[in-house]
Each structure stands twice: as structure tokens, then as C-alpha cells.
């Protein structure tokens, strides 16, 4: 069974437009991380969020941890081709405890 | 600076080959993760060391699969004897707190 459930599996839209990809759970999470994976390469941490309700921001990029710990979601501003890949987020249940991973969000951004 | 090399990153074998994958973590990480990567199941945790002890095997598949830690710098997976459904990317990441770096992956195929 899938700890974290992400949605939507695939998005495919146009430069310019906005997006929010999701990640849910049952459980609460110490931490929360954001990976994003480009085609024949290892996953690359974007962003770690550690407190209930938390926002990060990354250039157009904003992440935000659930009050409760249990959920997160990613939204993009202005999507440019260069955001396509797989988005991953994982989370540790405990603190030194290894990562559960969702599936995953595939993007594709076309000019 | 390096980050976690993998070895080979490609590999092709026949049913009941063994096959055998090869890590070296970033330099002054303590733990160090094996995963298994396909479309139906994702991002998959195999096993992962701690100061080279391991400490969760739980996602190994079954007794074919085996993995070392012998020192700090090299860890290694074994499969034997392989099957056609082993094909998948495997993944090696190390660590220092949470964040994961991970390396390009081996992609295997077993026919």
C-alpha cells in the first residue's frame, strides 16, 4: 500500500499556465520532501518542509505542508518547458527514519 | 564534488544470470539507501544501511536479493538468480540528515 497518494498522476498543459499537484496521506509526517526526477536521472530535492503549515517558496514554485502534517502540495506559476519531469514527494514518518515515496506526478510543459 | 556513483548504469542479463549493482555514497554520508524504481510501483525502498548496519530489509523482494555494506564508501545488491520481472531502474541515494542524494541509477533489464 501507497503511503502518499499524488494527484493528478499526469498533467500535460501549455507555457504560461498555472498548476497544483497534490500529495495525500492518513499519516503525519515528521518532514516532507519534494524531489523532482528528469528522464534516465536520480530524483533532485527541491524543497524540505518541517512545520505544520509551512510555505516555501522557489522561484515559481510554492510548497505548502498541511496544518495537521499529513498532506502537502506544490503549485507552479507560469510553467515553463524547462518544469517538465516527475514529481515526487516523500515523506519521513519519523525523525532518521527512511523516506516513503508517492508515485508520483509526471508534468509536461509545451511551448 | 562526486556525487553517489553507480555501477553499471546499464545492464542487460538472461533469466537465472546473477546480476550484481554497485554504490559508492557521497564521502562523509552515514546512510545509504538501495530502491527500485518501476512505472506500476514507483519509487520503491529495498533495504537501507545505517553506518553500514542495515537496519530495514523489509522491502526486499525475497531471498534472491541481498545487499552489502562492507565499509563506509561501497555497498553492492545482489540479485540471484535474476527474473524478467527484477527489469526496473535501481536506485542508490545516500545521506547525512534527511535530505537523499541520489545517483543516476542502473537500468536492468533481465530477458
Known amino acids: 500500500t501507497q503511503l502518499l497518494e499524488q494527484s493528478p498522476q499526469f498533467l500535460s498543459i501549455q507555457e504560461g499556465e498555472n498548476l497544483t499537484v497534490y500529495c495525500n496521506s492518513s499519516?503525519?509526517?515528521?518532514?516532507l520532501q519534494w524531489y523532482r526526477q528528469e528522464p534516465g536521472e536520480g530524483p533532485v530535492l527541491l524543497v524540505t518542509?518541517?512545520?505544520?503549515?509551512e510555505v516555501k517558496k522557489l522561484k515559481r514554485l510554492t510548497f505548502q505542508f498541511g496544518d495537521a502534517r499529513k498532506d502537502s502540495s506544490l503549485h507552479i506559476t507560469a510553467a515553463q518547458p524547462g518544469d517538465t519531469g516527475l514529481y515526487l514527494c516523500?515523506?519521513?514518518?519519523?525523525?532518521?527514519?527512511?523516506?516513503?515515496f508517492g508515485k508520483g506526478t509526471s508534468l509536461l510543459v509545451t511551448p | 564534488d562526486a556525487g553517489v556513483i553507480q555501477s553499471p548504469r546499464h545492464e542487460v542479463t538472461e533469466m537465472g544470470q546473477e546480476v550484481t549493482l554497485r554504490c559508492k555514497p557521497i564521502?562523509?554520508?552515514?546512510?545509504l539507501f538501495w530502491y527500485r524504481q518501476t512505472m506500476m510501483r514507483g519509487l520503491e525502498l529495498l533495504i537501507y544501511?545505517?553506518?553500514?548496519?542495515?537496519?530495514?530489509d523489509s522491502g526486499m523482494p525475497e531471498d534472491r536479493f541481498s545487499a552489502k555494506m562492507p565499509n563506509a564508501s561501497f555497498s553492492t545488491l545482489k540479485i540471484q538468480p535474476s527474473e524478467p520481472r527484477d527489469s526496473a531502474v535501481y536506485f542508490c541515494?545516500?545521506?547525512?540528515?534527511?535530505?537523499?542524494?541520489f545517483g543516476p541509477g542502473t537500468r536492468l533489464l533481465v530477458l
Open positions: 541515494a545516500s545521506s547525512l540528515k534527511v535530505t537523499q542524494y
Open positions: 544501511f545505517n553506518n553500514n548496519v542495515p537496519i530495514d
Open positions: 516523500a515523506g519521513a514518518l519519523h525523525s532518521g527514519y527512511a523516506l516513503n
Open positions: 499519516s503525519v509526517f515528521s518532514s
Open positions: 564521502s562523509g554520508h552515514n546512510s
Open positions: 518542509v518541517v512545520t505544520g503549515g
